[in-house]
């Protein structure tokens, strides 16, 4: 009986040891691994920049593939080859100078060529592979727009004004772009003044152009011009704060905002040449010898001819049965024109000359209405599509927000 409670005392110690064994071991260690972080590589031209030695240059004057390629050891049989493989995708007889080209080279002491890249623009590059295969391709580099506001007053000209204020002198273009046939740019004043909302493009953190122009304030002699960018169809437009179209039937002027007016309409002027007193029906343009000349609106040319004693190499174009337009003094035409041609609103059709009776190179620019000589000047021509009414609404909640915006431009006061 005594053996009996003993080895059930026994058993009883033995089973809470083992209980106190099991349950107070330590925790088995779980062994971390730290995930090894593995930075994505650099690229340039899509290409692992630290794979490669990178050579850069310049395309010289009359260089051609060739002559670079050969520089680097890759044989005329390859250049040959490559030449002509590459046809469809860019031709490398187009290789222009001063554009920028980078040979990527085994990061090895042989530095075996293995890519040649061509910039062919800020943008756009071309990629050729000098392996085997020999293929060729397009790419193109990301561009980053960002938007931006500048404001100034007129002191000699918009294209000096903008350029003083540290912004893209291409934005000058732009805007009389879109005021060409509201504005006549030849006759901004000193004191003027402008704000103006857009876009400016940059590629590897480099500017490279002007973007989208959403809306400017023009004020020219104390009156307002707005200008807001809407797209009603599929084409954008710009409309002013009441939805009307800023585009017109005319252009202001033929030639240019950066030139100057020589003459101006008159019926009665000394002739420079002739030296006795005639009518002059028409605007002079002064301008260098080859500025282009483009035609105000849509129209066929009427006639392509020479004016013996006058006007010299002229174009008249018939734009609708009122309006008729006449470019004078031409030194020469644009490819393409001809009598019976259609041309658009804005296209070149001519240069600056000074052909016929002419003291310098000009161009005198003449307009006639139902027949009658008329001061270009002076001339009102209807505008373009308006904001239909459906689309109002939504028209003026973008308006207003632009709107906005611009009034938080700061301008200098008079």
């Known amino acids: 009986m005594i053996k009996k ?34 930075p994505d590589p650099v690229l340039k031209f899509g290409l692992p920049i630290d794979s490669f030695y990178i050579s850069e ?26 030449a002509r493989s590459s046809r469809d995708t860019f031709d490398v007889r187009k290789i222009r100078t001063g554009q920028k080209y980078f040979l990527f080279q085994t990061a ?44 100034g007053i007129i002191e000699y000209s918009l294209y000096q004004s903008i350029e003083d204020g540290g912004e893209n002198p291409v934005l000058s273009d732009e805007m009389s772009k879109i005021y060409a046939w509201t504005i006549d ?41 707005y200008s807001f960018r809407y797209i009603q169809v599929e084409d954008p437009d710009y409309f002013d704060e009441e939805g009307k179209n800023l585009r017109k039937a005319f252009l202001k002027a033929p030639l240019n905002y950066s030139y100057r007016i020589s003459g101006r309409f008159s019926y009665s002027r000394m002739h420079p040449i002739l030296r006795y ?11 260098p010898r080859g500025t282009p000349v483009v035609s105000i609106g849509d129209g066929t040319v009427i006639s392509k001819a020479y004016q013996n004693g006058g006007g010299g190499n002229y174009l008249r ?22 009598t019976g041609v ?29 027949g009658q000589a008329v001061d270009p000047l002076k001339v009102e021509a209807p ?11 939504e028209y003026f909640i973008l308006k207003d927000s632009l709107l906005l915006d611009l009034m938080q431009i700061e301008w200098e006061e008079f």
């Open 5 to 38: 409670n003993l080895a059930e005392i026994f058993l009883i110690l033995f089973t809470l040891i083992v209980f106190i064994i099991v349950f107070n071991l330590p925790e088995p260690i779980e062994e971390i691994f730290e995930e090894e972080i593995i």
């Open 342 to 370: 259609h041309v658009n609103q804005g296209d070149v059709i001519g240069y600056v000359g000074a052909t016929g009776l002419a003291s310098g190179p000009h161009l005198d620019f003449r307009v006639t209405k139902n």
């Open 277 to 287: 007193w005639r009518p002059h029906l028409g605007v002079d343009y002064a301008a």
């Open 317 to 338: 174009i018939r734009h609708n049965s009122v309006y008729t337009t006449t470019y004078m003094h031409l030194s020469g035409y644009a490819k393409g024109i001809a």
């Open 108 to 151: 090895d002491s042989l530095k075996k060529p293995e890519y040649f890249v061509y910039e062919n623009s800020k943008t756009n590059y071309v990629v050729f592979e000098l392996n085997d295969s020999l293929k060729t391709y397009n790419g193109f580099k990301e561009v980053e727009v960002q938007q931006k506001r500048t404001s």
């Open 185 to 225: 740019f030849f006759g901004i004043q000193k004191g003027d003044r402008y704000r103006i909302l857009y876009d400016e493009q940059f590629v590897d953190g480099e500017p490279i152009g002007i973007g989208e122009i959403h809306a400017a304030q023009f004020q020219h002699m104390g009156k307002d011009f």
């Open 383 to 393: 505008p373009g599509d308006s904001i239909r009414n459906e689309k109002l609404d």
């Open 57 to 82: 240059g310049t395309i010289k004057r009359n260089q051609n593939l060739s002559e670079i390629l050969t520089e680097y050891d890759v044989d005329m049989v390859t250049i040959d080859r490559l």
